[in-house]
Every structure is written in structure tokens, then in C-alpha cells.
């Protein structure tokens, strides 16, 4: 069972993507929107999920103006956001 794990705050707002890596299995994916992209911005989060299956909001990013600094990352739209919720078995908001 693949398991969509969906982050909207940032590791300094709430403890939600620590607590999803403690759980996430390697077919999982690791989605972080909102605020939670910014932990893209530090290396320890960066190595933390480095061998896992990671996207961001595309919209979310581009929104706190950090597209050059999280080029690298695999970047999703609305469409493949409903895309990926179907995928997977369940979607776990944190």
C-alpha cells in the first residue's frame, strides 16, 4: 500500500515532517507544500529525504519566490497533485 504523505508546514512550525519520516516506507511518496517547502532550503531536511520519492507544489514554491533555489526538486501542478492522490493507497495530511 503506497501512502501519499502531504506536508503543508515547515519544520519550524510543527514537527509534522519529522514525524512522517519516521514513518514513511521507501514506495511512499513525500509531498511538501506550503510552508514545508522551505525544508528543501536546509540540508539537513535535504539528506533526511534524500532516498525517498519527493515533489513539491509547484505553486507554493514559485509563490515564496524560491524557484531557482528548489529548481533541482521535482516540482507538481494542481493536475498531478489529483494525479498522485490516485495513485496511492491513502493520502496522509500532516
Same mark, same amino acid.
Given at each position: 500500500m503506497k501512502i501519499l504523505h502531504h506536508i503543508t508546514s515547515s519544520p519550524t512550525e510543527s514537527n509534522a515532517l519529522a514525524c512522517a519520516l519516521r514513518f514513511i516506507k521507501p514506495d511512499d511518496t513525500l509531498l511538501l507544500a506550503g510552508n514545508a517547502v522551505a525544508a528543501m532550503l536546509h540540508p539537513a531536511w535535504r539528506d533526511a529525504v534524500s532516498?525517498?520519492?519527493?515533489?513539491?507544489?509547484?505553486?507554493? /514554491?514559485?509563490?515564496?519566490?524560491?524557484? %531557482?533555489?528548489?529548481? &533541482?526538486?521535482?516540482?507538481?501542478?494542481?493536475?498531478?497533485? /489529483?494525479?498522485?492522490?490516485?495513485?496511492? %493507497?491513502?493520502?496522509? &495530511?500532516?
Amino acid at each position: 500500500m503506497k501512502i501519499l504523505h502531504h506536508i503543508t508546514s515547515s519544520p519550524t512550525e510543527s514537527n509534522a515532517l519529522a514525524c512522517a519520516l519516521r514513518f514513511i516506507k521507501p514506495d511512499d511518496t513525500l509531498l511538501l507544500a506550503g510552508n514545508a517547502v522551505a525544508a528543501m532550503l536546509h540540508p539537513a531536511w535535504r539528506d533526511a529525504v534524500s532516498n525517498l520519492h519527493l515533489c513539491l507544489m509547484k505553486t507554493d /514554491v514559485e509563490a515564496r519566490g524560491l524557484n %531557482s533555489q528548489l529548481a &533541482t526538486f521535482r516540482q507538481i501542478d494542481y493536475p498531478e497533485f /489529483v494525479a498522485q492522490t490516485l495513485t496511492h %493507497s491513502k493520502v496522509i &495530511t500532516w
